[in-house]
């Protein structure tokens, strides 16, 4: 979700949206998978696709109808979380399969598998961000939008697909929680409303766009888990 968040506040938004996806994610995967492996490759694309639509929304409100992000993605998790409310009708059902869960609580070679999951995942992005063209128009776009148009960045198509990378990096990371956890839960998304936008600060990003780095959001990540894992004890 960090690595996600991490895009958007580059381009200067901001994705509040990510815990309603994670409920959204956690509700529709486990009432596709129902307990079966064969299940598992449909749950998930589902969910990727309802993840991308969303960032998709996300990205036009902001560019083509210049709502503000903290609105216009604040507003969306309420939409995301009364869907799934509507949907599960306050009562959720479903399950993860065996296959599912191993993912989210197994472990190769004593390294847990979600770990491996979320570095691969960070790391690439990295790379994405600071090796490509693509990663430079995020830069330039949250730097300043204006001059980056004026220079041929296609600034509306960027923020765009930041939202979307953000969309779907959270369902990603709803997956593996859904999978660690194997059970349909209504408030499982609430806890990550702000934790993200943490995480990237503490890392070194700022909130008006232009200046920061996945790898240190790996850095802010690490910290602030360690320091939620102290504040709540062992329980």
């Given at each position: 979700?960090?690595?996600?968040?991490t895009?958007?506040?580059?381009?200067?938004g901001?994705?509040?949206?990510?815990?309603?996806?994670?409920?959204?994610?956690?509700?529709?995967?486990t009432?596709i998978?129902?307990?079966?492996?064969?299940?598992i490759?449909?749950?998930?694309?589902?969910c990727?696709?309802?993840?991308?639509?969303?960032?998709a929304?996300?990205?036009?409100?902001?560019?083509?109808?210049?709502?503000?992000?903290?609105?216009?993605t604040l507003?969306?998790n309420?939409?995301?979380f009364g869907?799934?409310?509507?949907?599960?009708?306050?009562?959720?059902?479903?399950?993860?399969?065996?296959?599912?869960?191993?993912?989210?609580?197994?472990?190769?070679s004593?390294?847990?598998?979600?770990?491996?999951?979320?570095?691969?995942?960070?790391?690439?992005?990295?790379?994405?961000?600071?090796?490509t063209?693509?990663?430079?128009?995020l830069?330039?776009?949250?730097?300043?939008a204006?001059?980056?148009?004026l220079?041929?960045?296609?600034?509306?198509?960027?923020v765009?697909?930041?939202?979307?990378?953000?969309?779907?990096?959270?369902?990603v990371?709803?997956?593996?929680?859904?999978?660690?956890?194997?059970?349909?839960?209504?408030?499982?998304?609430?806890?990550?409303?702000?934790?993200?936008?943490?995480?990237?600060?503490?890392?070194g990003t700022?909130l008006?766009?232009?200046?920061?780095?996945?790898?240190a959001?790996?850095?802010?990540?690490i910290?602030?888990?360690?320091?939620?894992g102290?504040?709540?004890?062992?329980?």
């Amino acid at each position: 979700l960090a690595t996600g968040q991490t895009l958007t506040l580059l381009v200067g938004g901001i994705d509040l949206s990510q815990a309603g996806i994670v409920t959204l994610v956690n509700i529709v995967s486990t009432t596709i998978i129902l307990g079966s492996d064969a299940n598992i490759g449909s749950a998930v694309l589902v969910c990727l696709v309802l993840a991308a639509v969303v960032g998709a929304l996300n990205g036009l409100l902001i560019t083509l109808r210049n709502v503000t992000p903290l609105i216009a993605t604040l507003a969306m998790n309420s939409i995301l979380f009364g869907a799934a409310l509507v949907f599960t009708g306050g009562a959720p059902h479903g399950d993860a399969a065996p296959g599912f869960a191993w993912i989210g609580a197994g472990s190769l070679s004593g390294v847990p598998v979600s770990l491996l999951f979320w570095l691969v995942l960070a790391l690439g992005v990295a790379w994405v961000v600071r090796k490509t063209v693509y990663g430079r128009w995020l830069y330039a776009t949250g730097a300043n939008a204006t001059a980056a148009n004026l220079m041929g960045v296609p600034v509306t198509a960027v923020v765009i697909s930041a939202y979307v990378l953000s969309a779907v990096l959270a369902a990603v990371g709803g997956l593996l929680f859904t999978a660690y956890i194997g059970a349909p839960s209504l408030g499982i998304g609430n806890q990550f409303l702000l934790t993200s936008v943490a995480a990237v600060v503490v890392g070194g990003t700022v909130l008006t766009g232009g200046v920061g780095s996945v790898i240190a959001t790996i850095g802010g990540t690490i910290f602030i888990t360690n320091e939620v894992g102290v504040w709540l004890g062992p329980n």
